[in-house]
């Protein structure tokens, strides 16, 4: 695939103000979210992205809804992916009705792990031709550097830097953000601490580094089976918008706690959240459905995968997401 150089000239239309016009981009990080959410939360997930596997598929169309009578936002969002003939995705797209919004093309290696990822169109900046770059050093099918390239100056390093036999690994991450104007370049980093009991992942510690509210905290994680059970986030005074549209009080012991249930097929049964302390205010976003104890149902096809979600709380069901795989 011929990847092309970011454009040169940036020409950036203004979210148009009617309703049901979103910025594309947004929308994609939520279809990134939700698609998260439904999968199970395994531990490759929490270090490196894993890129689930659609085999004898060909197109997957995803619509998006709000649990009211129309989609998501109230109007017809829906997304098309493309599937490669190892079942892996190699385009993606987002359309408002009869509309593209934007789309992304994926490259991978031998090892299903993306290579390159092209933001070739979005609405908003319809000019502008954006490419991540993704470069991994291996050891057998282990991951032991990794290292991004994303178009706005940033790099970012992840490596393997000490190991006690299978049990525990510990790898760096740094992030390198060029200033054009100045000359210099910061660097944040983070510190992952990862432990298995017989081959399977029972936590990860991620120690926060460099000039961030977060600096010095440490976010743990523990999992049962593989599956991510328990998140336990620090927040020291960070402005938590899922709850409160104003800055949350400050207080450098604040966190939240996120704790998942799962079906037997590993899907995500049921997310419980809890804040420490509890804000001074709580309120949600207009259409959000995240609640403080919430479940999640599904409906699949014969071939077990999911054809409709939805999410449950407050005695109400919301639909999700519906899919249709086209072979």
Same mark, same amino acid.
């Given at each position: 695939?011929?990847?092309?150089?970011?454009?040169?000239?940036?020409?950036?239309?203004?979210?148009?103000?009617?309703?049901?016009?979103?910025?594309?981009?947004?929308?994609?990080?939520?279809?990134?979210?939700?698609?998260?959410?439904?999968?199970?939360?395994?531990?490759?997930?929490?270090?490196?992205?894993?890129?689930?596997?659609?085999?004898?598929?060909?197109?997957?169309?995803?619509?998006?809804?709000?649990?009211?009578?129309?989609?998501?936002?109230?109007?017809?969002?829906?997304?098309?992916?493309?599937?490669?003939?190892?079942?892996?995705?190699?385009?993606?797209?987002?359309?408002?009705?009869?509309?593209?919004?934007?789309?992304?093309?994926?490259?991978?290696?031998?090892?299903?792990?993306?290579?390159?990822?092209?933001?070739?169109?979005? @609405?908003?900046?319809?000019?502008?031709?954006?490419?991540?770059?993704?470069?991994?050093?291996?050891?057998?099918? $282990?991951?032991?550097?990794?290292?991004?390239?994303?178009?706005?100056?940033?790099?970012?390093?992840?490596?393997?830097?000490?190991?006690?036999?299978?049990?525990?690994?510990?790898?760096?991450?740094?992030?390198?953000?060029?200033?054009?104007?100045?000359?210099?370049?910061?660097?944040?980093?983070?510190?992952?601490?990862?432990?298995?009991?017989?081959?399977?992942?029972?936590?990860?510690?991620? +120690?926060?580094?460099?000039?961030?509210?977060?600096?010095?905290?440490?976010?743990?994680?523990?999992?049962?089976?593989?599956?991510?059970?328990?998140?336990?986030?620090?927040?020291?005074?960070?402005?938590?918008?899922?709850?409160?549209?104003?800055?949350? $009080?400050?207080?450098?012991?604040?966190?939240?706690?996120?704790?998942?249930?799962?079906?037997?097929?590993?899907?995500?049964?049921?997310?419980?959240?809890?804040? @420490?302390?509890?804000?001074?205010?709580?309120?949600?976003?207009?259409?959000?459905?995240? +609640?403080?104890?919430?479940?999640?149902?599904?409906?699949?096809?014969?071939?077990?995968?999911?054809?409709?979600?939805?999410?449950?709380?407050?005695?109400?069901?919301?639909?999700?997401?519906?899919?249709?795989?086209?072979?």
């Amino acid at each position: 695939m011929f990847v092309p150089a970011r454009s040169k000239k940036t020409k950036i239309i203004q979210i148009m103000k009617q309703p049901g016009n979103i910025n594309s981009t947004v929308f994609y990080l939520f279809l990134t979210g939700l698609l998260m959410l439904l999968i199970p939360l395994t531990s490759k997930a929490q270090l490196f992205e894993n890129n689930q596997l659609f085999p004898h598929t060909k197109i997957i169309k995803g619509k998006y809804f709000d649990g009211r009578r129309y989609p998501f936002w109230d109007h017809p969002f829906w997304s098309l992916d493309y599937v490669d003939s190892l079942g892996r995705v190699v385009v993606k797209e987002s359309h408002y009705k009869k509309e593209l919004r934007s789309r992304h093309e994926f490259e991978y290696d031998s090892h299903n792990n993306k290579t390159l990822q092209i933001h070739t169109f979005d @609405i908003n900046e319809p000019e502008t031709i954006d490419t991540i770059r993704y470069n991994y050093t291996y050891s057998g099918d $282990r991951i032991t550097r990794q290292v991004v390239t994303f178009p706005s100056d940033i790099t970012r390093v992840t490596e393997l830097v000490e190991s006690v036999g299978d049990s525990i690994l510990i790898y760096q991450e740094k992030s390198y953000y060029f200033r054009p104007n100045t000359g210099k370049t910061d660097v944040y980093g983070k510190t992952y601490t990862l432990t298995y009991r017989n081959g399977m992942l029972v936590s990860n510690e991620i +120690s926060e580094t460099g000039k961030t509210d977060l600096s010095g905290t440490v976010h743990s994680l523990e999992y049962t089976n593989g599956l991510l059970v328990n998140n336990e986030v620090p927040k020291n005074g960070v402005e938590m918008l899922r709850k409160v549209t104003f800055p949350y $009080r400050k207080n450098n012991n604040s966190k939240e706690i996120r704790t998942y249930e799962y079906y037997n097929n590993g899907r995500l049964k049921r997310q419980t959240i809890e804040m @420490i302390p509890e804000p001074d205010q709580q309120s949600s976003f207009t259409g959000s459905h995240e +609640s403080d104890d919430q479940y999640v149902e599904y409906t699949f096809d014969s071939k077990g995968r999911i054809k409709k979600s939805y999410v449950v709380f407050n005695g109400k069901k919301f639909k999700m997401v519906a899919y249709k795989y086209i072979k």
